[in-house]
C-alpha cells in the first residue's frame, strides 16, 4: 500500500529515493507516483508526496529454478 513523505528543505528525488529506499534507482517510481510534482529539483520543507509500492526485483543472475515462489514445482522437494 502506497504511502506518504513529507520533505525536507534541500530534499531533491534521488536523496528521497535513497532515504526510503536504500537506492536512488528508485527515483523513476517516486517520480511517476507524483507526476504533478516532477518538475520540481529541489524541495522546500513540508510538501507531501506519494510513496508508490516497490515492485520487489529478482537476481537476473540466477536460474529460474532458484526463484521465491514457494508454490513453484521447482521449490518443492523431491523425496
Known sequence: MAS??????????DLIA?????????????????????G??????GTEITVPDIPVETSSNLPFWHGTDDN??????VS
Open 18 to 38: 535513497y532515504k526510503l529506499f536504500g537506492d536512488e534507482r528508485y527515483m523513476e517510481h517516486l517520480i511517476k507516483a507524483n507526476v504533478q510534482l516532477a
Open 72 to 77: 513453484s514445482i521447482w521449490a518443492q522437494e
Open 40 to 45: 520540481i529539483l529541489r524541495f522546500d520543507s
Open 4 to 13: 506518504t513523505y513529507k520533505t525536507q528543505s534541500n530534499d531533491t528525488w
